[in-house]
């Protein structure tokens, strides 16, 4: 058992930590990418009185900041990446925790949100984060901190198809509540994705304090 522990520190250790010219292009594109969909969606959120819209847009806001802090902890040692990674995971729940407020007040407001600004936006923002999804996709195993860039840029293009088949609802069904309903489902995917990098970073920090010579290494 014990044996099975140790090479579980290593494993965990020799991850890719993000030092590749190829993967820093991507992840400056990736940032490009969700800085000016926040924009476009959280306009658009306000404009079509949206709540799902407004937290898909929190979502890309979220993890532009995110994917710059994961960018400046490239080469750095274990526990700093790792570090970074709980940083990350607490955001999310931040946002998880935002996102239900608002969706509950929103619950007794008298905004309708207007459908086809919905799908619409719902449409391009999905565009934009399946290319953020194949720009990532080779990079999606790496450590805490790699690994949690992929697992909000698939948080997203989830997110997207939601919106799009919540706004469809609301022009069937002429009701808010669908929107309302995604606004949440996205808050729950947010806690999941929060609690998974969260016990991974936890794992390397471990790791990393077990394995000092790892930690010389990378320095």
């Keep these: 058992m014990a044996g099975c522990a140790c090479e579980d520190k290593q494993i965990e250790v020799d991850q890719f930590d993000g030092r590749s010219p190829a993967y820093k292009r991507a992840l400056i594109a990736v940032i490009a990418i969700n800085a000016v969909m926040f924009l476009v969606e959280m ?104 690994r949690s860039v992929w697992l909000c840029s698939r948080n997203d293009a989830i997110g997207n198809l939601a919106v799009i088949a919540a706004g469809a609802a609301v022009w069937l069904t002429g009701s808010f509540l669908p929107d309302l309903i995604v606004a949440a489902l996205l808050a729950s995917l947010f806690v999941k994705s929060s609690i998974s990098i969260t016990a991974q970073a936890l794992r390397e920090i471990k790791a990393a304090t077990n394995k000092p010579t790892y930690l010389q290494r990378e320095s």
Excluded at 64 to 81: D, E, K, M, P, Q
């Design 43 to 146: 306009s658009a959120g306000y404009l079509g009185s949206s709540q799902a819209l407004k937290a898909d847009a929190l979502d890309f806001a979220g993890d532009s900041a995110t994917y710059a802090l994961s960018f400046a902890v490239i080469g750095a040692a274990l526990r700093t990446r790792a570090m970074a990674a709980l940083i990350k995971g607490a955001s999310l729940g931040l946002m998880a925790l935002f996102v239900l407020t608002t969706t509950i007040a929103s619950a007794f407001g008298e905004a309708s949100p207007v459908a086809p600004v919905m799908s619409g936006v719902g449409f391009a923002a999905l565009a934009a984060n399946v290319a953020s999804v194949f720009i990532l996709l080779r990079w999606r195993g790496g450590d805490s901190n790699v």
